[in-house]
């Protein structure tokens, strides 16, 4: 198996030998030696290299821990793809005309000599600790937050300081000596994820979004290759981060720098999996190094104050700042519906030179990921992305939704191994899933308390949600699959039993399962439920309970130890946080009830005479039109709530048709004024259309006729109810030819004395309007934490309150930003920020729509805490400020 992998020498000739033949692309130079004298070579790459120091560049540096081949493998099969490639490939001309490469192929040539001629597992340098002890860890001996520790033996033992060993002084001195690199890359294994670089806490920062789209576009051209998904994940909570690490070292100096963990073992099978490694890599790498002038100082500046004017239930309006430095540039909007995902053509949805967009045409309770940036004109040089802007689209009015989090009681795993331990699982740490050694078959378990979810709930979309965290322990390529599955919570007494959940019987099983090369770390998984999935949700509202089973492989090949995922639970140690639980996020409507309202009056209106009773329209003895006319005395539908008319019918019923020669239709039509005279009726405009026009043929087959309101109508009728107004309806018939004493008679009483024309109103009890906002916003510092206090607003409809923080904006939706809390309390911790850092909280009160409030928002710093006031925006038409307004 190692025969085929290059030894450090090896590699030194290659690059020798490519220097000479390249001498105007490539530059190779020792910037040190090792403890055993061994040169650390780094290679310069780039179009006329006598100049590569000029230029934003990318710093490549691999194989940093001894027993991590892929660095060393993948570093010289990308020089041979840049040189097999220029000057044929246009993509690499331009990348390595604007751009240079440095490459370290192996940072730590003693440790890998020595994992490859003798110790295949090591992972050190080969320093002599004097104690009998051999090595430091390289990636532990970098500055920033490094950590003293005297236990030599450890394979992260970080060294006896900072920079002692000479590999890191040498890559130390070299990026002190080099101000134009701009990303900086570690390619380690194993993992199949980007590590973003971190500055250990969880607030979000500047470069973050950077970050992550410059990973996600990396790991779209991996997919490309060999469809497999890498994940991208910033690392465990702030106590539990690395320490000393080269990432952390390279982003303290304002490189954008992330960590590659390639593969799923340390050293693979050459020929199938490392191939492929590499394979796959090249054009990712490729994308990173074109990308390095985009954060240099020849590319434009950052877009500013890129946040959320106002949304709906259809629309976003998004804003930013013009400066006068951006006249030679214009912006490009990119929109996502799922976090971490690549900002490419695809998603290319907007080119403007405003300072404005608005996104019309989105979907109702629906999550959407914007991000904004500069590109100029001239030298189509792109700027770093503003920081991104997220939002969650208001429902439409006859929607709801719920999300369903676990208790945490009722989330946890089960191993096969663990016995009566099944029960310290649960609500602790994380979910493993799969199969390893030393637990056996473990199964997640989530057991969702639905009693809160109405019982005539009809669900419309529900969408389950996991946070993947961890995949080092699924170390076999290409072997085994991860599902949920529905069980029947009456075949199970005790969800701590792994024999219980082992041998249940799936009711049915979400959506597509995931393969093992698709499992991903630090991107959310999302199952769209079909709508069989949502039918048997919908079974299990009658009993209260949703209970989910998490599985995968239930084996292992032979000479395997492990094939097991993690997954975040939002409690523990290891947790996230509570916006990492496992969630169920459903949009449903409500049964309407149904009323339906006789005629209050009705009337025939011709130029002679306004006659009160009988209901005809047509043309009369000079052709003038005769037009019928309803009044409907909408009731009060609700004495405690909202109404929302999710459907309305007129029903018509023709008793005689007279005089017709020719066809004749009719439209009925909703009036604002209720003057019966002859000259107003006439001159009246229609505002609302009722269904489609009925002929006079229709009528004599059909003399039963329904016009329904569409949705513009059914607002007019619902705007009638709220302000307790009638609603009036003409009815008026048209003719291509002149036509004189032709009409029809409408039906306006049957003989068991019901009165016709029926108006039937299906509608919901829904509150339209937000709460008010929280009052007496706060902050102060208790234990060095920030806490955040507030008066809620007294009203019978208010459910609860969410705080959420963002470090860039006033977030004006509640999901642009961190959650931080949601509940009934009055105050609450912020307990994973980072009080030094200036940043803004917004509190929101909800209902049980939910409907969010306009938010109670302050901008924190140690300094000072200061309210923010909003601008009102500017509606986009008339309907939009009227229900601004309330009506």
Request: charged fraction near 25%; charge should be negative; include cysteine.
């Amino acid at each position: 198996m190692k025969k085929r992998y290059l030894s450090y020498q090896d590699t030194i000739d290659f690059l020798t030998e490519a220097m000479a033949k390249y001498p105007d692309l490539i530059r190779l130079q020792s910037i040190g030696d090792t403890h055993e004298g061994r040169p650390i070579m780094m290679v310069t790459i780039s179009q006329d290299v006598a100049y590569a120091d000029l230029k934003p560049a990318l710093l490549y540096t691999g194989t940093i821990h001894a027993r991590e081949w892929i660095g060393i493998e993948l570093a010289v099969n990308f020089i041979q793809y840049l040189l097999d490639n220029y000057p044929s490939n246009p993509e690499v001309v331009e990348a390595l005309t604007r751009n240079t490469m440095y490459i370290v192929p192996c940072l730590n040539p003693d440790g890998f000599e020595y994992s490859r001629n003798h110790f295949s597992f090591w992972r050190k340098n080969r320093r002599d600790n004097g104690d009998g002890t051999f090595g430091v860890d390289l990636n532990r001996n970098f500055s920033v937050n490094f950590r003293q520790s005297n236990n030599t033996q450890s394979n992260i033992y970080g060294g006896p300081a900072a920079f002692s060993e000479p590999e890191t002084q040498a890559i130390k001195q070299f990026v002190e000596q080099h101000n134009n690199i701009k990303i900086a890359l570690d390619y380690h294994s194993q993992g199949n994820v980007f590590f973003p670089a971190h500055k250990f806490n969880h607030e979000a920062e500047i470069e973050g979004t950077d970050l992550n789209i410059m990973c996600a576009n990396m790991a779209k051209e991996i997919h490309k290759v060999t469809r497999r998904k890498y994940g991208i994940h910033r690392g465990k909570p702030p106590a539990n981060l690395i320490h000393g690490s080269g990432r952390e070292y390279y982003y303290d100096r304002g490189i954008l720098a992330a960590v590659v963990e390639v593969g799923s073992r340390n050293i693979p099978d050459y020929l199938v999996n490392m191939s492929q490694s590499v394979d796959e890599n090249i054009p990712a790498l490729l994308y990173a190094l074109g990308t390095a002038i985009n954060y240099s100082e020849l590319a434009p500046k950052r877009p500013e104050n890129f946040t959320v004017r106002d949304y709906s239930a259809n629309h976003v309006e998004l804003v930013w700042d013009h400066n006068p430095e951006d006249e030679g540039c214009y912006y490009q909007i990119y929109r996502n519906e799922a976090a971490k995902d690549p900002c490419t053509r695809d998603n290319l949805i907007a080119i403007t030179s405003q300072s404005e967009y608005t996104d019309k045409q989105i979907k109702s309770g629906h999550r959407y990921y914007y991000n904004l940036r500069k590109v100029n004109r001239v030298s189509r040089i792109t700027s770093p992305f503003a920081p991104e802007v997220k939002i969650k689209t208001n429902l439409e009015k006859d929607e709801f939704s719920y999300t369903l989090f676990p208790a945490p009681e009722k989330v946890g795993y089960v191993g096969e191994f663990a016995g009566t331990q099944n029960s310290e699982h649960f609500g602790l740490n994380s979910l493993f899933i799969g199969v390893n050694k030393t637990k056996g078959v473990c199964y997640g378990v989530i057991d969702y308390d639905m009693s809160k979810i109405p019982t005539d709930a009809q669900i419309k979309d529900a969408v389950f949600s996991l946070y993947p965290m961890n995949r080092v322990g699924a170390k076999i390529e290409n072997y085994g699959e991860w599902s949920v599955s529905i069980l029947n919570p009456d075949d199970i007494s005790d969800i701590t039993n792994f024999e219980q959940i082992h041998h249940a019987v799936a009711l049915q099983t979400l959506g597509n399962a995931i393969d093992s090369d698709q499992l991903t770390q630090g991107i959310w998984k999302n199952w769209s439920l079909s709508a069989l999935e949502k039918q048997l949700i919908q079974d299990q509202l009658e009993k209260g309970r949703l209970l989910l089973r998490l599985q995968g492989p239930d084996s292992l090949p032979q000479g395997q130890d492990s094939q097991m995922m993690q997954f975040d639970i939002g409690y523990g140690r290891f947790g996230g946080g509570i916006h990492y639980r496992p969630n169920l996020d459903i949009i449903y409507h409500r049964r309407s009830q149904v009323l339906t309202c006789n005629a209050t009056v009705c009337h025939t209106v011709s130029q002679q005479e306004v006659i009160e009773g009988p209901l005809q329209s047509g043309f009369d003895n000079d052709g003038e039109r005769i037009f019928g006319h309803i009044e409907f005395a909408l009731p009060k539908l609700s004495e405690r709530t909202d109404v929302v008319i999710t459907n309305a019918y007129l029903v018509l019923e023709s008793t005689a048709i007279n005089g017709v020669s020719q066809p004749m239709r009719f439209t009925v039509g909703m009036v604002d004024n209720d003057e019966l005279d002859y000259a107003s009726i006439k001159a009246s405009e229609l505002i609302e259309y009722l269904g489609y026009e009925v002929s006079s043929q229709e009528l004599a087959k059909t003399a039963r006729q329904t016009f329904t309101f569409d949705s513009s109508a059914r607002q007019h009728l619902e705007d009638l109810h709220d302000e307790g107004k009638s609603a009036n309806l003409i009815i008026r018939a048209t003719s291509a030819s002149r036509q004189q004493d032709a009409k029809v008679q409408w039906k306006t009483r049957d003989n068991d004395g019901i009165v016709y024309p029926q108006l039937v109103i299906e509608y919901i009890e829904r509150r339209k309007q937000p709460l008010a906002t929280p009052e007496n916003l706060q902050a102060t510092i208790e234990d060095n934490l920030v806490k955040l206090s507030w008066n809620n607003p007294d009203s019978q409809d208010w459910v609860g309150t969410y705080v959420v923080r963002n470090n860039f904006h006033p977030p004006r939706s509640p999901f642009d930003g961190v959650k931080l809390y949601a509940g009934k309390d009055g105050y609450t911790l912020d307990r994973f920020g980072n009080i030094n850092i200036p940043k803004y909280y917004s509190v929101f009160s909800f209902d049980n729509v939910p409907n969010y409030s306009i938010p109670a928002t302050l901008r924190f710093c140690t300094d000072s805490v200061t309210p923010v006031i909003y601008d009102e925006f500017e509606s986009q038409d008339e309907e939009d400020q009227r229900h601004r307004e309330g009506d």
